[in-house]
Each structure stands twice: as structure tokens, then as C-alpha cells.
């Protein structure tokens, strides 16, 4: 659809258009100019979905991405000022397309990747406070709270999502996976876990207090089996960036 028959049948276009502030002064009129206007700037977006998600677009191939791109940004238009939202909705609407019915990794992959790209752009929290974290009481430790990094995100998939994204010649396999996407140094990475650690993870982001997530693991464990070393993994996720603060009950 070009740009006059846009502006003639799509609902929500600005009445009156204004087409008169496009100069005509040849050899292109007002609408030509704009269609070629429109052209370029769906060029730009196609282009920063390119790169916020390059391991879907070499899965699919440059034909298939493009029409997946036409489709998403009808459904799903800009509404920012910034392109770094753009692709935020593209997880969620490749999981109900078609093509994904005979490709059903392709919604995890597209959820993996859109994470490294928020993690870029999350906010900065600063340094966690070590020296204030290592004054409190042993009264305290259960009522602290830690706080997971605003550029965390947890991704659980039943997908090699991780591989693939890495490797262009890794073809999809089944396989449960467990992922923390962050931010560390400007850059954002990605990390392999069990599925006990990525519990913890997911019980901190839900705002538990150690004693409770203690009491929640011990109560999900085996009988016999032995606690998981709670401390060490603290101490890894904030020398990592994955904790960055702390607050205290009570």
C-alpha cells in the first residue's frame, strides 16, 4: 500500500494531512516526496530490527525476515521517540505467526535476543554497597532483601536459543535451558544455569527475603539432598553485576 492509499483508508491519519507543508517545486509532487520519505524511514526500522535481532533474521533468511518486519510493524507501529523500543512486541507476536507453528523456537530466540538488547539500555544502578552489606548483624541476614540488576532478565526455554544466537551454524535442538541476560563492562552477556539457581534468581526478582528463599529451597529439595550453596552463588551474582542492592526488613 503506498502512501495515498494509506492516507485515504487507514484509520487515525490527521485531518486536515497537512500535505501542504511538503514543498512541490518538481519534479516529484507533494505525495511522491512523501512516499519516498515513508520508504526510507521503513528502511531505517527494518534496519534496527536487523540489528537488535540478527540471529532471527539469519534463521528465517532476508525474504521472510523482511515480510515478518512488514507484518509486525503494521500490527505493532512505533510509538517512541527512540528505535530502542522497536522490536519490545516482536517476541510476542512471532509466538501466534504462522511460520512459527512449524518452528517453535523461534518466539524463545526472538524473547533471548530482545533481553540482550534491554539489558544494553537498562538503567544504571550503582556499585553494590559491599562494605555496608558486610556491617549487618546476623539478626538481619533474614530479613535482607537483594535486588537483581534492572538489566537482568530470566529466560527459561526448551530451546538451545543461547547456541544458535552464538553460532550460525548451530541448528535448534531440544534441550531446557536456564539464562540470566545482563549487562557487564557495556556489553551484555549471557549465563547458563541450573535450574535451582535460576529459582533463587526468580524468587529474589519477586522481592523474597533470604530466610524465605532459604525456607522455599529447603522445602522444594529432596529429603537427603543436600543444601545448595546459597552463599557462594550470592557472592558470584554481585561480583558479576546480576545483584545490585540490598535493602533490610524491619
Given at each position: 500500500?503506498?502512501?495515498?492509499?494509506?492516507?485515504?483508508?487507514?484509520?487515525?491519519?490527521?485531518?486536515?494531512?497537512?500535505?501542504?507543508?511538503?514543498?512541490?517545486?518538481?519534479?516529484?509532487?507533494?505525495?511522491?516526496?512523501?512516499?519516498?520519505?515513508?520508504?526510507?524511514?521503513?528502511?531505517?526500522?527494518?534496519?534496527?530490527?536487523?540489528?537488535?535481532?540478527?540471529?532471527?533474521?539469519?534463521?528465517?533468511?532476508?525474504?521472510?525476515?523482511?515480510?515478518?518486519?512488514?507484518?509486525?510493524?503494521?500490527?505493532?507501529?512505533?510509538?517512541?521517540?527512540?528505535?530502542?523500543?522497536?522490536?519490545?512486541?516482536?517476541?510476542?507476536?512471532?509466538?501466534?505467526?504462522?511460520?512459527?507453528?512449524?518452528?517453535?523456537?523461534?518466539?524463545?530466540?526472538?524473547?533471548?535476543?530482545?533481553?540482550?538488547?534491554a539489558a544494553f539500555f537498562a538503567a544504571e544502578?550503582?556499585?553494590?554497597?559491599?562494605?555496608?552489606?558486610?556491617?549487618?548483624?546476623?539478626?538481619?541476614?533474614?530479613?535482607?532483601?537483594?535486588?537483581?540488576?534492572?538489566?537482568?532478565?530470566?529466560?527459561?526455554?526448551?530451546?538451545?536459543?543461547?547456541?544458535?544466537?552464538?553460532?550460525?551454524?548451530?541448528?535448534?535442538?531440544?534441550?531446557?535451558?536456564?539464562?540470566?541476560?545482563?549487562?557487564?563492562?557495556?556489553?551484555?552477556?549471557?549465563?547458563?544455569?541450573?535450574?535451582?539457581?535460576?529459582?533463587?534468581?526468580?524468587?529474589?526478582?519477586?522481592?523474597?527475603?533470604?530466610?524465605?528463599?532459604?525456607?522455599?529451597?529447603?522445602?522444594?529439595?529432596?529429603?537427603?539432598?543436600?543444601?545448595?550453596?546459597?552463599?557462594?552463588?550470592?557472592?558470584?551474582?554481585?561480583?558479576?553485576?546480576?545483584?545490585?542492592?540490598?535493602?533490610?526488613?524491619?
Open positions: 500500500m503506498g502512501v495515498e492509499d494509506a492516507l485515504e483508508h487507514r484509520e487515525g491519519e490527521p485531518r486536515p494531512r497537512c500535505l501542504e507543508a511538503i514543498a512541490e517545486n518538481g519534479p516529484l509532487s507533494r505525495l511522491e516526496r512523501l512516499d519516498v520519505y515513508a520508504e526510507a524511514y521503513y528502511a531505517r526500522l527494518l534496519e534496527c530490527l536487523e540489528q537488535d535481532f540478527p540471529a532471527l533474521k539469519r534463521v528465517l533468511g532476508d525474504d521472510i525476515f523482511r515480510g515478518l518486519v512488514a507484518h509486525y510493524l503494521d500490527a505493532h507501529p512505533s510509538t517512541s521517540f527512540t528505535a530502542a523500543e522497536l522490536g519490545k512486541e516482536l517476541p510476542g507476536f512471532i509466538a501466534s505467526w504462522e511460520l512459527a507453528q512449524s518452528l517453535p523456537y523461534l518466539a524463545d530466540l526472538a524473547r533471548f535476543e530482545w533481553a540482550h538488547v544502578w550503582p556499585a553494590f554497597d559491599l562494605e555496608r552489606f558486610r556491617a549487618l548483624g546476623e539478626s538481619e541476614w533474614p530479613g535482607v532483601k537483594l535486588s537483581l540488576d534492572p538489566s537482568v532478565h530470566l529466560i527459561e526455554s526448551d530451546w538451545n536459543v543461547d547456541d544458535v544466537w552464538e553460532d550460525d551454524k548451530q541448528p535448534a535442538e531440544e534441550g531446557r535451558r536456564y539464562l540470566v541476560v545482563y549487562r557487564a563492562a557495556l556489553r551484555s552477556r549471557a549465563e547458563k544455569v541450573s535450574e535451582l539457581e535460576f529459582r533463587v534468581l526468580q524468587l529474589l526478582a519477586e522481592g523474597c527475603a533470604l530466610g524465605e528463599v532459604c525456607e522455599k529451597i529447603e522445602l522444594a529439595l529432596d529429603v537427603d539432598a543436600e543444601m545448595p550453596p546459597l552463599m557462594d552463588w550470592f557472592r558470584g551474582w554481585i561480583e558479576s553485576g546480576v545483584v545490585r542492592g540490598f535493602s533490610v526488613n524491619g
